[in-house]
């Protein structure tokens, strides 16, 4: 099974089910012949944006937000995907210009889309290419916080 078969799995699962812990999820994921350990599940979770929900009677719940492109994703994430899937980058004016392998361009799209990453308006993407558009006069800026970010 895929990550990404997984993920769709795990909201699947959240959404039906009342998941109080990660040890829950790993064993309804077991189920349904779906093999995790406790770190990829505890990443998943994280790639998400899944968040413990105080319900009735005071316990919590895992659950994502219904408007992921409002959540924030986390400096560490954004990192690690810029690491393992940017290949290259330029800049003109106010366009930064990803390149990523074959397929793997939205993925990186996504991340940015909801890292909240300053002087950035968002993104456009295509299957090995993607345009990162800067606030008026911070293409440069964004360039370089991307560059940092993806350790180029």
């Known amino acids: 099974m895929s990550k990404a078969q997984r993920q769709h799995r795990i909201r ?11 040890s829950q999820l790993i064993e309804l994921l077991a189920n349904g012949s779906v093999a995790a350990t406790q770190a ?3 990443r998943d979770l994280d790639e998400l944006g899944a968040v413990k929900v105080r319900v009735r009677g005071g316990a919590t719940m895992y659950a994502i937000p219904e ?4 959540q924030i994703a986390p400096e560490d994430h954004l990192r690690r995907v810029l690491g393992d899937w940017l290949v290259d ?5 106010d366009l930064v210009l990803l390149r990523t392998p074959p397929g793997s361009a939205h993925v990186v799209a996504s991340a940015l889309d909801r890292s909240g990453v300053a002087d950035m308006l968002g993104t456009v993407a295509g299957d090995d290419t993607l345009l990162a558009i800067a606030t008026e006069g911070n293409g440069p800026r964004l360039l370089q916080r991307l560059e940092d970010l993806a350790g180029i």
């Open 12 to 22: 699947t699962l959240l959404a039906e089910e009342a998941v109080t812990s990660q």
């Open 40 to 42: 990829t599940v505890s």
């Open 67 to 70: 408007l992921p492109r409002e």
């Open 89 to 93: 980058v330029e800049r003109s004016g």
